[in-house]
């Protein structure tokens, strides 16, 4: 049995595909465009899945697309109509797009799918899963639980923007959910907006932000914007916001309330900034902990699974995970609308066939979410000779070793192996290293390898079995989805002067034995390494180990700002030419910045749009 999952037409469009309910291969149709964020239907994420299945899409079973369009268009006609006059304008813009496009959307999906199926056959094979039910399938059925409570959270799918399900075997019930316009995911886009970043794009800069400031308007927000309840309900008062109706996410009330108009995006981040930032992200992590608290009590299951883009937000995981009102959390790392492809597939399968789901409460269906394209040596080699690189090919532990030895030098090194990644992290298959200990590389990666702001941290691998020498987190976070803090006795004394820093000021502190990864407020999103799901990345931290006594490297995704992660290997060779890195591994191939021919480095920084 294959099912094809796809996610399309909002952001981040994807194509997933499972053969008898085992995860054959998962993208995003941005590695492949080279667009971030990349809408468009995801052809090319569809014919690597059918490629690496070895099929057509005669021989998949069925497909089934992440949500309900007209579900989608329900809720924009009645959020219209109960709205007006307001957002005339707003609905003047969207209503020719919906009746064009949109509302036959099913039609358009066949027509796309067509080429793809030599038959022709293909409306009788599509099925609609609703969009959070595809986010709580993505959370439950690839987890090791046999029995979970399931919490859902983004900014909205058709009508429902939080959901709880109870996961039992193939079995997943919706217990409760929460509806448009009350939105926790759209309370923090409307900060991310209002602080000058992009939507469903900049909001893990907010995050980033906000250990540089204080929580000085969270009493403001809750005063104001949201009424939450004891179990975590809430509501918004939509008095303040502009997404429901409008063409931005907040309006001149909200501007009012917090003394100002938003930050423009190529003005300087102020302390405003920085607190604001700090007063979504404790509301957003009191929200989630009060929600926690509340279904560990109603349901009395050890388990919770986590998915949406709320889910993203690392912080307020770690806090949930600390907090201990579930013994054991496992998050999607795909965890955003990419993610609705796979949990569509998996909603057809055990929910749709009813096929039977075996769960060993140990090892997760995600193979490290090594699920992108791979390349063997042999093309590698082409592909780099067509480009015009010069390399070195090397066994394997000579290349551990050699690139262990440039990392310890000081390198930025580019590190291309294996499968690509599905989800918004690099988790060493597509990756930019560095060596934490060198108090130089959080700002020579943002500045000179990845032309971005320079507030924005970086997060650390570890050897899995060496995680609690470093930081205090006792448990696996293989996807980069959890953050803690470093153990104090890594931590540096501050002097009296340090301790009265303000806002970005604080960044220029060394406040560990591992600076590059240990973020203003001694916290660092953890990455744990496993030699079961990827040997190879496990085999360069233990030669950087062996040579420096050190279990942890710099592990930050393969690109520029607003660059897609690299996916072939002429990407990163392209990537590699463009900045100030000075090494580049890519399968066995190790390159040297001096040993490349000049002519082929470019001004990399300007050629994707600001994210």
């Known amino acids: 049995m294959r099912i094809l999952g796809i996610s399309a037409f909002y952001h981040d469009s994807a194509a997933a595909i499972l053969q008898d309910g085992r995860i ?22 569809i014919q690597y899945c059918l490629d690496e299945a070895g099929v057509s899409l005669d021989q998949v079973d069925h497909i089934c697309f992440f949500e309900k369009p007209f579900l989608k268009f329900e809720r924009l006609i009645e959020t219209y109509l109960a709205r007006a006059p307001r957002g005339f304008a707003s609905f003047r813009m969207a209503m020719p797009l919906w009746i064009k496009e949109k509302l036959f959307q099913k039609t358009n999906i066949i027509q796309s799918l067509e080429p793809y199926a030599p038959s022709g056959e293909v409306e009788q094979k599509l099925l609609f899963s609703e969009h959070h039910q595809s986010h709580a399938a993505s959370a439950f059925y690839p987890s090791p639980f046999e029995k979970a409570v399931v919490l859902t959270m983004d900014g909205v799918g058709e009508w429902t923007t939080a959901s709880v399900s109870i996961g039992s075997g193939n079995q997943l019930q919706v217990e409760r959910e ?40 969270a009493e403001l927000i809750m005063e104001h914007l949201i009424d939450v309840k004891p179990d975590g309900s809430f509501w918004l008062d939509q008095s303040y916001f502009n ?31 920085m607190d604001l930032a700090a007063s979504v992200q404790q509301v ?77 409460g140990d090892r997760d269906a995600m193979q490290g979410a090594y699920l992108g394209p791979s390349f063997d040596q042999a093309d590698i080699e082409a592909r780099l000779k067509r ?7 090397l066994a394997d532990d ?15 090194l580019g590190w291309h192996s294996g499968r690509m990644e599905f989800g918004p992290r690099a988790l060493g298959g597509r990756s930019i290293l560095g060596d934490p ?27 899995a079995e060496d995680v609690s020498d470093y930081f205090e987190l006792y448990s696996a976070s293989p996807y980069m989805l959890l953050v803690a803090d470093i153990q104090p006795k890594r931590r540096l004394k501050m002097s009296a002067a340090d301790k009265a820093l303000f806002g970005i000021d604080k960044l220029n502190v060394t406040r560990s034995d591992l600076p590059a990864v240990t973020h203003v407020d001694y916290s660092a999103r953890v990455q ?30 393969f690109n520029v700002r607003g660059e897609p992660i690299v996916c072939t290997p002429e990407d990163a060779f392209h990537c590699f030419m463009g900045t100030e890195m000075e090494s580049l591994v890519v399968g066995n191939c190790f390159l040297s910045k001096a040993d490349q021919d000049p002519a082929l480095a470019s001004d990399y920084k300007d050629r994707f749009e600001l994210d």
């Open 437 to 463: 200990r060198n108090a130089e590389m959080q700002k020579t990666l943002n500045l000179k390898i990845k032309y971005r702001e320079s507030f924005r941290p970086f997060a650390p691998s570890v050897i």
């Open 284 to 360: 957003t992590e009191e929200v989630m902990l009060r929600i926690a608290r509340n279904l560990a009590e109603s349901y009395q299951l050890p388990n919770l699974c986590l998915a949406g883009g709320v889910a993203l937000n690392c912080v307020a995981n770690g806090k949930l995970l600390r907090d201990g009102s579930f013994e054991n959390i496992w998050i999607q790392p795909a965890a955003g609308d990419a993610g609705g492809a796979l949990g569509a597939a998996y909603a057809a399968h055990h929910l749709h066939l009813g096929a039977p789901r075996n769960a060993d």
């Open 178 to 217: 929460i509806r448009w316009p009350h939105s926790l995911g759209l309370l923090y886009s409307a900060f991310t907006y209002y602080t000058g970043f992009k939507v469903n794009s900049g909001e893990y800069k907010v995050m980033g932000l906000a250990p540089y400031g204080e929580p000085k308007f």
């Open 398 to 412: 000579a290349l551990f070793e050699r690139a262990a030895r440039a990392l310890e030098a000081g390198d930025a």
């Open 528 to 557: 744990t390494v496993h030699n079961e799901t990827n040997p190879r990345y496990y085999a360069l931290l233990q030669a950087f180990k062996r040579l420096t006594g050190c279990s942890v490297l710099v592990n930050t995704s």
């Open 24 to 45: 054959i291969a998962a993208a995003q149709e941005e590695r492949f465009t080279r667009i971030k964020h990349d809408a468009h239907f995801p052809d090319n994420a």
């Open 387 to 393: 480009a015009g690189a010069t390399f070195d090919v």
């Open 243 to 273: 997404y429901a109706t409008g063409l931005t996410m907040t309006n001149e009330r909200f501007d009012t309330l917090f003394g100002g108009p938003p930050r423009a995006p190529d003005e300087r981040i102020g302390q405003r900034e």
